[in-house]
């Protein structure tokens, strides 16, 4: 890791977690997995302890799968902070990951000005807010940005980087290498859009899956077969441009020539369904209901885990044998 | 298999596969496999052979894999017939996959009423046009309708069903009940709609990656590991209902009235951009070919079946393991 700490001088490359619900514990495993120390800071009383005791747990149930070889080594990387500026004193970057609400962001973003360090980077893990609207106000805007996971991110590898109009492109730069090189995938936009890039493709494909409700045309529980035994397959592994790049003789704009018309026909088609109002809400909460009793939503959600975690390894040792393949 | 053939007193079971290109292929293997005798027939001399003998490799290839156990015995069960009243004769379902053409399939479906058996289904293969477009001259009519598989459907488990105005309940119940014992995940629609279930969600997702890539907010390749890194990896085995049904703590009704405010946002600001028009399409095609050489498209091609394959015994194995648990 001499390459992430060597890029500023100041800094001994330890990572900041402040706010340790799911998703900074989460944070905590990714870097801590990769060598990184780990300072937790959470302002409310006990918290940062009793996340650091729930790393441990996770880390017990990856490596029981085989995705991790040595918790106890990683979780003593992993430490909680006195103070916040305990937790940030050298650090290389913080993973900010508060409540997803714009006074709670802005008012922790003075206070991470007043103790951060001269090279330090700030990433949030805001899934909806933009940078710009709670760190126009602090010094170290430049150094900011928006560092999007996906739950939980020490399985799913995306991250979004979302720059402010203010954030420096080398910001951009230095926390996309710091997340390739901890084995994450980071994407980047260009420039704040709602909704980023993950959630804007998931509320079309939602918004649709709706409408084919609302209109009577299929079940709740078809749609989700349709994508779970049919279109999710190849995105589990390929994105949307890549499946149609292989499935036309020509690629992508041989597929576009043939198929866009088609696309844009339905894509009109759905202009006037946009309500997910209660009459609909409560349809589809009766159909999921029928599925699964809401008494067994935890239950379900500890089984799309144990799901991710087997998909994690699965995609791990398929992506070693492609490498392996290249490499002859 | 004996439930099946009781359905039809008339009928021996059979499964008659007429078009024999990679769609059809793909089905005879499915229906092979699990046991039911099939009878391939297309109207271009040679062609059903030339099946039959890529059906023989594809087995191949799944056997090496671990997908199917005993590759002759399947292949044995697939035979050319001599003409499409010979391969009609004695059977339950007929899966017709030619080309994709009103003038072509309704010409046919002429053929296949003039040999068709008094309860023999009809089930087309077709991707986007309804049975209404070629079945509305045919004796049979009630006794037809779309069954549209995702390719290769032995690989990918969803049949969509799409009844035509006049296609007897009966039929979709009994095509339906033929396909889950085959091992398919059908889906039905109520009535016909553009693109069915399946494009209409993946022309939705595909519409607003377009328009990413045109206001330059991320380049293909981005948008692509956003959902190969990210949103495909829950979808490989949860849809997208499901998904959001676990993703907050009152399930699927508590999100919707949470961020249905935001998927609305991000829909009304997608209304403008439907267009897929040549700079576009120059733009992506270059980003692909950035990525991908059109040099290297099949071998991607023969990479994204590999993963295909594997995924499914990935997901076969969850699942079995899955009904263990549920058992216990």
Redesign the interface.
Same mark, same amino acid.
């Given at each position: 890791m001499a390459n992430i700490t060597s890029a500023t001088a100041n800094a001994d490359g330890r990572i900041a977690v402040v706010g340790t619900g799911l998703v900074g514990s989460g944070w905590a495993i990714v870097f801590a997995r990769a060598g990184l120390a780990v300072s937790l800071y959470d302002a409310v009383p006990g918290a940062a302890e009793r996340a650091r005791a729930l790393i441990g747990e996770r880390l017990g149930d990856l490596e029981a799968v085989g995705l991790v070889e040595d918790p106890a080594a990683i979780h003593a990387r992993v430490v909680v902070a006195d103070s916040l500026a305990d937790a940030l004193s050298g650090a290389l970057y913080v993973q900010e990951s508060v409540l997803e609400r714009v006074d709670v962001k802005t008012a922790l973003m003075s206070e991470i000005d007043a103790v951060i360090g001269p090279e330090t980077w700030v990433g949030s893990s805001s899934s909806?807010i933009g940078a710009s609207l709670f760190t126009a106000h602090v010094a170290c805007r430049a150094r900011c940005l928006v560092a999007h996971p996906?739950n939980p991110p020490y399985?799913?590898?995306?991250v @979004?980087l979302v720059p402010a109009p203010w954030t420096a492109p080398e910001t951009v730069r230095g926390v996309r290498g710091l997340m390739e090189r901890v084995g994450q995938?980071p /994407? @980047?936009?260009?420039?704040e859009? @709602?909704?980023f890039?993950?959630?804007?493709?998931?509320? /079309?494909?939602?918004? @649709?899956?709706w409408r084919?409700v609302e209109?009577?045309?299929?079940t709740?529980?078809?749609?989700?077969?349709?994508?779970?035994?049919?279109?999710?397959?190849?995105?589990?592994?390929?994105?949307?441009?890549?499946t149609?790049?292989?499935n036309a003789p020509g690629?992508?704009?041989d597929y576009?020539?043939r198929l866009?018309g088609?696309?844009?026909?339905?894509?009109?088609?759905?202009?006037q369904h946009?309500?997910?109002d209660e009459p609909l809400?409560?349809t589809?909460?009766a159909?999921?209901?029928a /599925?699964?009793p809401?008494a067994e939503?935890s239950a379900?959600?500890a089984?799309?885990d144990r799901?991710?975690m087997?998909?994690?390894l699965?995609k791990r040792e398929?992506e070693a044998a492609?490498m392996k393949e290249e490499s002859r």
């Open positions: 909806g996906l399985l799913a590898p995306i @979004e995938s /994407v @980047e936009m260009t420039r859009a @709602e909704g890039i993950l959630n804007r493709l998931q509320g /079309v494909l939602l918004m @649709e899956a084919l209109q009577g045309l299929a709740a529980e078809d749609v989700d077969k349709t994508v779970s035994q049919g279109l999710g397959l190849r995105w589990a592994f390929m994105g949307p441009f890549e149609i790049d292989l690629g992508v704009a576009a020539r866009g088609l696309y844009q026909s339905i894509a009109a088609s759905t202009d946009r309500t997910w809400i409560a589809v909460e159909q999921r209901r /599925v699964l809401a939503l379900r959600s089984w799309r799901r991710l087997a998909l994690a699965h398929m492609d």
